[in-house]
């Protein structure tokens, strides 16, 4: 289909600079209308829509100032650019503050007019497609989304939705960051245990003891301060859905214990001899190659083929930037409404450097710079200042090949976490809320890979 070409709306009142300017304009493929008075450009911007206004400033009756004031009434992603002579610059200057989007000093240059344009025409471009992703994010009221308008992503949820229903064991797999938990949440409100309890368990949060009685329960008497029975979360998930997050932090002795209830449907509490039966559907979550983890012997083959039924890839965000405007307004109204600020707008050059980073910690990242920003927004808009100062002037980060050799998951992962601790300054906490893992998590993998 044939792109429709920018409206534009010329307004001069000197005959050869209205014809020479409009001339111009329609080689450069835009639809022109062009008019000899302000009363008459008036007349046009009442009664049709344009994406961008040329005027003269200083004209009879109806000048250019009150057409820009007109304009930005009736056509509010219309941008208005002013020709001024040298003699009116104080004029020109009036004009920027009553928010001309440029002004053009005579005699003005082809270039310079064309380039102008273009730009004015990126910013309209820019609002409609802001407004356009608001109205989707109004979409995503009340109720369990994912927002996204990725196609790869959509082909994912079309899957979850089918595999919902079967009530088989899913593996979600990607790094962290990317919605995980979220998806796992997703999978069970397309179940039929939507009406039963969705339990969320970090198997990398506890040490193997605490773990196994979080999960299994214990009975009365068996250890020390065990003074009365207590249920395990698989089951108070009865009848739900149990996640299973960081499933390759579990121990060796614990996957057994897992696989006998994944296989079995009945669990041993702690300190217990009877049997409990259990209804429950397993979901697993990893950021690493679980394939590779049953190859090298950390992570057990029956346990992964038990809990591998459907094989769920989250795509990192950098895989996904169209996502990035729609997640960044998505979240501009989330805080902007948790912290009851006006901030309803993100400027064109901050969302440009969103949409161009890379995201190591993918949408959480992204969520923490947009609660920053707004935390710092003071009016209605969110702005480049308002984002972190390492940010603007970041390059990608990204774990690179070494001499073109491809990096093993280790390698990859270590490089990854050392660069996120050099962002943060150090600071664990933080650097575990990127990643999206916990701060024995994170201690754990910078023990193993000897970043201290």
Sequence with gaps: MTPTPARILVVDDEAAALKNLSHLLRKEGYEVTARQSGATGLKELQQHE?????????MKGVDGLALLRRARELQADCEVIVITGHATLDSAVEAMKEGAFHYIAKPYRLDEVRQVVRSALDVVLLKRENRALKRRIEGYEGGLHIVTQDAAMLRLLDTARQVGPTDCNVLVS???????????????????????????????????????????????????GADRQKRGLIEIAEGGTLFLDEITEMSSTMQVKLLRIVQERELLRVGGTDPVLVDVRFIAATNRDLQESVANGRFRADLYFRLNVVNLALPPLRARRDDVPLLAFYF?????????????????????????????????????????????????????????????????????????????????????????LEYTGGNRNQAADILGIDRVSLWRRIKRYGLE
């Design 174 to 224: 990607g790094e962290s960051g990317t919605g995980k938990e979220l998806l796992a949440r997703y999978l069970h409100a397309h179940s039929s245990r939507v009406d039963g309890r969705f339990v969320a368990v970090n198997c990398g949060a506890l040490q193997e003891e605490l773990l196994a009685n979080e999960l299994f329960g214990h009975e009365k008497g068996a250890f020390t």
């Design 50 to 58: 344009f994406d961008v206004i040329l005027t003269d400033l200083r």
């Design 332 to 420: 501009l109204k989330k805080f902007a409404l948790a912290m009851a600020k006006p901030v309803v707008d993100i400027d064109p050059d901050a969302l440009r450097l969103l949409n161009r980073y890379d995201y190591p910690g993918n949408v959480r990242e992204l969520a923490n710079l947009i609660e920053r920003g707004v935390a710092l927004a003071q009016g209605a808009t969110l702005e480049l200042a308002h984002l972190p100062e390492s940010l603007r002037g970041l390059s990608v980060r990204i774990a690179a090949p070494v001499s073109g050799e491809l990096q093993t998951l280790d390698k990859n992962e270590a490089a990854h976490i050392a660069q996120v």
